[in-house]
């Protein structure tokens, strides 16, 4: 049986991570093998990418950048995502194609016609992608109370935390990246499901569990 391809999306702060990692164990308990994986990154070549587009200080050309964005994905999907969808398992990705649509083509003011091609050659598009929304006040408290306060991190005296490049890029930069991803969750409804992740971190998960089962048509765990 081939496996299913899920991806959690959304801007910094929404619980992508969180929520990823409960599915995860939810589908695991429901005796499915799960392989949890995340964006940029999943192998060492793809976290190398990773190094280099979230700490390094270029500038690179914006069809560079998303170039270098789907090099690491075509590592990710070719030595991890593609082997295991392959083993029948359930492949939880905390960001894919949809990111660079949003960051580099919405926030970023990249070509989207050119990203849309890139991800029509890399031809691997995932089962179920959920999108978690959230006012980005929100994501800024929630950031804020682990010490990494979204567009502000670094730049009050004291701060320790280190700011990656997109973390850096400020409130309008992310108000775009966000209506990037409404935008996406509208054009696509087969494929994405916007879910409002305001409520506490049982609550969404509950709601993403439903949705899951709901879209894969599984029976709930007894
Ligand atoms: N990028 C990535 C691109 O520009 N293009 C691309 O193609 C790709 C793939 C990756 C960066 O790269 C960019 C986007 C990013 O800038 P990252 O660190 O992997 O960076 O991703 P982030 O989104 O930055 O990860 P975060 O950890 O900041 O956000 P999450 O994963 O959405 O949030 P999470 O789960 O870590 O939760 C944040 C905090 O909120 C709490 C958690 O406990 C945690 O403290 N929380 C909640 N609190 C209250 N209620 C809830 N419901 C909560 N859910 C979580």
Same mark, same amino acid.
């Given at each position: 049986?081939?496996?299913?391809?899920?991806?959690?999306?959304?801007?910094?702060? /929404?619980?992508?991570?969180? %929520?990823?990692?409960?599915?995860?164990?939810?589908?695991?308990?429901?005796?499915?093998?799960?392989?949890?994986?995340?964006?940029?990154?999943?192998?060492? &070549?793809?976290?190398?990418?990773?190094?280099?587009?979230?700490?390094?200080?270029?500038?690179?050309?914006?069809?560079?950048?998303?170039?270098?964005? +789907?090099?690491?994905?075509?590592?990710?999907?070719?030595? /991890? @995502?593609?082997?295991?969808?392959?083993?029948? &398992?359930? /492949?939880?990705?905390?960001?894919?194609?949809?990111?660079?649509?949003?960051? %580099?083509?919405?926030? =970023?003011?990249?070509?989207?016609? +050119?990203?849309?091609?890139?991800?029509?050659?890399?031809?691997?598009?995932?089962?179920?992608? @959920?999108?978690?929304?959230?006012?980005?006040?929100?994501?800024?408290?929630?950031?804020?109370?682990?010490?990494?306060?979204?567009?502000?991190?670094?730049?009050?005296?004291?701060?320790?935390?280190?700011?990656?490049?997109?973390?850096?890029?400020? %409130?309008?930069?992310?108000?775009?990246?966000?209506?990037?991803?409404?935008? @996406?969750?509208?054009?696509?409804?087969?494929?994405?499901?916007?879910?409002?992740?305001?409520?506490? @971190?049982?609550?969404?998960?509950?709601?993403?569990?439903?949705? /899951?089962?709901?879209? +894969?048509?599984?029976?709930?765990? =007894?």
């Amino acid at each position: 049986m081939p496996g299913r391809f899920i991806t959690i999306e959304g801007i910094e702060g /929404v619980g992508k991570t969180t %929520q990823a990692r409960l599915l995860a164990r939810a589908l695991e308990r429901a005796g499915s093998a799960v392989c949890l994986t995340r964006e940029p990154g999943g192998t060492p &070549e793809a976290e190398a990418l990773r190094t280099l587009l979230l700490r390094g200080s270029f500038d690179w050309s914006p069809r560079a950048e998303a170039l270098l964005h +789907f090099a690491a994905r075509a590592e990710h999907v070719d030595r /991890v @995502i593609a082997p295991a969808l392959a083993r029948g &398992e359930w /492949v939880i990705s905390d960001r894919y194609s949809d990111s660079t649509m949003a960051y %580099q083509g919405y926030g =970023q003011g990249s070509d989207r016609s +050119f990203i849309g091609g890139l991800r029509r050659l890399l031809a691997l598009d995932p089962d179920l992608t @959920i999108i978690l929304d959230l006012p980005l006040e929100v994501a800024r408290t929630r950031l804020a109370g682990r010490g990494l306060p979204l567009f502000e991190r670094a730049e009050g005296p004291g701060s320790t935390a280190e700011k990656d490049r997109y973390e850096a890029l400020g %409130q309008d930069f992310f108000a775009r990246v966000r209506e990037g991803f409404r935008e @996406i969750a509208t054009a696509e409804p087969e494929r994405c499901l916007m879910l409002d992740s305001t409520g506490a @971190i049982p609550a969404v998960h509950e709601q993403i569990l439903a949705a /899951v089962l709901e879209h +894969f048509m599984v029976a709930p765990a =007894q």
